[in-house]
């Protein structure tokens, strides 16, 4: 019985502590009486510029979908690869010759130059290739009649079907001396003219297939039916070099870019709930309930729409850059006690919303790099994390443009917790 009462003790306990946690205090004290306030510091965003890569990331990690095209100087190529066709050459004698044929699934397409894209095929005999740029012409060679058009119009998870001629399966059956990669059937795909398109990755059951029609022996009465999703499948990626580009904020997943933002926030805007502006041992204790970056974007830019949605990080900076010089992806600071700081918009969106909390808190908590260097409003780089992962490009409105509206100017804005004792 005493148990009883003890557990029903403990449940007022947890209602009654629970009835005290204020709702509006994100992150300052249940005890205490004073309310989250908030400011927007559109002064805070002094300048900046678009800068090139000097590093890439790696395209096989995070794949969103294989690319193949020619755009605006850029190029890609994807390459696919099938195993598990049978070894035997008497097999290729018995395959419907109108049936054997190349599905891929379309995804999305450049939204200019409305023409239809044309797409060729190649049989890879030097074997797989993660990076098809590492092929040289000898290494692969057109597969006949599969030039193939893209629609100027499509919708996302369409197919195309592509007719192989018979002879692909059976030269891959050749005999051992042959040069073709017998342990799997590897096909390249290049464009021909500008534009471009996005193709579904494959898995087991999606994606990319090869299908036929077969019979194990002539005197089988029907066909029956072989299916095989590409294995492997990946793509290569170049680009033109591309200069720094001052008073200018883009973001380019094609041609890669990345902005340098010089964020000097106003830290007298931090007050108490008289108003008074906080000391500076006061504002070392401030909760940073919730800090963004507003950023309006430039939505007539052509290549904006080429892409669904646009995903950034942002980072700290030790050293404030010279004027129009390349950031080091080195010189990029995600201290320990950052999260990684990820970002999503829309391309129907009007601006982005650049979770910067982390690092508003570590300026006025006077938070160090691991090398104990104190952390100082010294500027945030952003990047997109699509690099070379798609043709989409965002530009922002940037301070320092007199042709922007008013309405679309760049801005801070902060919610925070003063401090209580």
Request: hydrophobic share 40%; glycine share 4%.
């Amino acid at each position: 019985m005493n148990t009883k009462f003890q557990i029903i003790g403990l449940l007022l306990l947890v209602l009654l502590l629970g009835a005290c946690t204020k709702k509006n205090n994100l992150t300052g004290t249940n005890w205490s009486d004073i309310d989250a306030l908030s400011f927007a510091d559109a002064e805070a965003v002094v300048s900046g510029y678009s800068f090139p890569a000097d590093s890439l990331l790696n395209i096989t990690n995070n794949k969103k979908n294989l690319l193949v095209g020619n755009w605006q100087g850029s190029t890609a190529m994807s390459i696919l690869r099938f195993t598990g066709l049978p070894d035997s050459a008497a097999f290729a004698k018995y395959i419907d010759p109108s049936e054997l044929k190349l599905d891929i699934v379309l995804q999305r397409r450049n939204e200019l130059q409305r023409e239809p894209l044309a797409l060729n095929f190649y049989q890879v005999t030097k074997g797989w290739a993660a990076n098809p740029d590492t092929l040289v012409e000898a290494d692969y060679s057109l597969i006949p009649d599969t030039r193939t058009l893209v629609p100027a119009s499509i919708i996302t998870s369409d197919t195309l079907s592509v007719d192989l001629p018979i002879s692909l399966i059976q030269y891959w059956l050749a005999d051992a001396e042959s040069p073709t990669d017998r342990t799997g059937l590897n096909i390249l795909i290049k464009a021909e003219n500008e534009g471009f398109v996005e193709l579904k990755l494959s898995t087991a059951t999606v994606g990319s297939k090869l299908s036929f029609k077969y019979k194990d022996a002539a005197t089988d009465p029907e066909f029956k039916d072989f299916e095989r999703y590409a294995n492997f499948n990946s793509y290569s990626f170049t680009h033109p070099e591309v200069e720094p580009s001052p008073n200018a904020w883009k973001l380019s997943n094609f041609a890669p870019q990345r902005m340098y933002v010089d964020l000097q926030p106003d830290f007298t805007m931090f007050k108490n709930e008289d108003g008074a502006t906080l000391l500076p041992e006061e504002l070392k204790r401030v909760s940073i309930n919730k800090a963004e970056l507003v950023l309006y974007i430039k939505d007539d830019l052509p290549n904006y729409k080429n892409t669904s949605s646009y995903k950034v990080s942002a980072f700290l900076l030790k050293e404030r850059p010279e004027d129009g010089a390349v950031i080091p992806t080195l010189a990029m600071q995600t201290p320990m006690f950052i999260s990684i700081l990820e970002s999503f918009v829309s391309s129907s969106s009007d601006s982005i919303l650049i979770n910067i909390t982390p690092i508003i808190q570590a300026y006025i908590s006077e938070k160090s790099f691991s090398d104990d260097t104190v952390v100082t409003p010294k500027g945030i780089v952003i990047m997109s994390n699509y690099e070379r992962k798609d043709f989409g490009e965002i530009e922002f409105y940037h301070p320092l443009d007199l042709s922007a509206p008013a309405e679309k100017r760049a801005y801070i804005r902060i919610k925070y917790t003063p401090p209580f004792l």
